[in-house]
């Protein structure tokens, strides 16, 4: 039975997909392509991914994602991280290829054995979805843990998601405030709310509606839809001070965390 996943992470194939492509330099002209073109026919794997960003942008070029898809091939096939990706995305969402989780998997897997942290994260968003792959939360928590050690937010945020829920870890809601604490420092909004969510239901913490309606502030400061219920919720249960003592609070934590992202 197929899970409901954080939107951040069902929005996840779109963020890889601008982190990469938007990557190669755009400004093409007929001279640079002919420059690359000579190298990649030569072999040259960095000049074979520029080809296969320009044929999917039809930059310089007429748009072709097959024929991007052949580049991004010829360089992945050399063992280039980024065309990996780039072509195991192309297989998960049908682009120039006829979709194909499982060839997905393959290429994400090529990446992520090198150390590309979003091939990492996106394979284990595989597992945890069971797409293209056996469904394995011990095995998703792997890969979680080591993109978030490299500091990837998303990575951070969903490591603590499997340690609040107990998937593929044992349930450890301290291990789960400590990985969403760090992607909140990172200005993850999900992230926010979780800990607002933990420090509301006292789940690894005292009860605390001040601390967990300030995380929930700032969380809804990113937008997050779900984070102005909560906020809400705990406001019904709070006295006025204590809602003024909480945007206070939310007030430092946003500024600490902008300071931190500058």
């Known amino acids: 039975m197929r899970r409901t996943l954080p939107s951040s992470l069902r929005l996840l194939r779109q963020c890889l997909l601008l982190g990469f492509l938007l990557s190669p330099v755009m400004a093409v002209g007929q ?16 000049a074979q991914y520029n080809l296969g960003a320009m044929y999917a942008f039809g930059e310089g070029v007429p ?5 991007a898809v ?4 010829l360089a992945a096939d050399q063992g280039l991280a980024e065309a990996q990706v780039v072509l195991g995305l192309t297989y998960q969402m049908g682009e120039g290829v006829p979709q194909n989780s499982a ?3 393959k290429w994400f897997r090529l ?3 090198q150390g590309e942290v979003l091939a990492q994260v996106n394979l284990a968003v ?11 939360y011990a095995e998703a928590v792997k890969w979680y843990r080591l993109a978030a050690d490299q500091g990837n937010a998303t990575a951070q945020s969903s490591l603590g998601y499997m340690y609040n829920r107990g998937d593929g870890v044992p349930q450890n809601y301290a291990e789960a405030m400590r990985w969403y604490r760090l992607a909140a420092d990172q200005g993850h909004a999900e992230a926010q709310h979780s800990l607002g969510t933990l420090y509301g239901n006292g789940w690894g913490v005292p009860s605390n509606f001040v601390t967990a309606h300030a995380w929930f502030n700032v969380a809804a400061a990113s937008g997050l839809e779900e984070a102005f219920n909560s906020r809400s919720i705990a406001e019904a249960r709070m006295t006025p001070s204590q809602i003024a003592e909480a945007q206070q609070l939310s007030t430092e934590i946003f500024e600490r965390i902008q300071q931190g992202n500058q």
Do not use: C, I, S
């Open 31 to 46: 001279t640079f392509f002919e420059h690359q073109l000579g190298l990649a026919e030569e072999g040259n794997a960095e």
């Open 63 to 67: 748009q072709d994602y097959a024929e």
């Open 70 to 73: 052949k580049w991004y091939r």
């Open 103 to 105: 060839e997905a998997a």
């Open 111 to 113: 990446a992520a054995d």
């Open 126 to 136: 595989m597992y945890v979805t069971g797409e293209g792959v056996p469904q394995d």
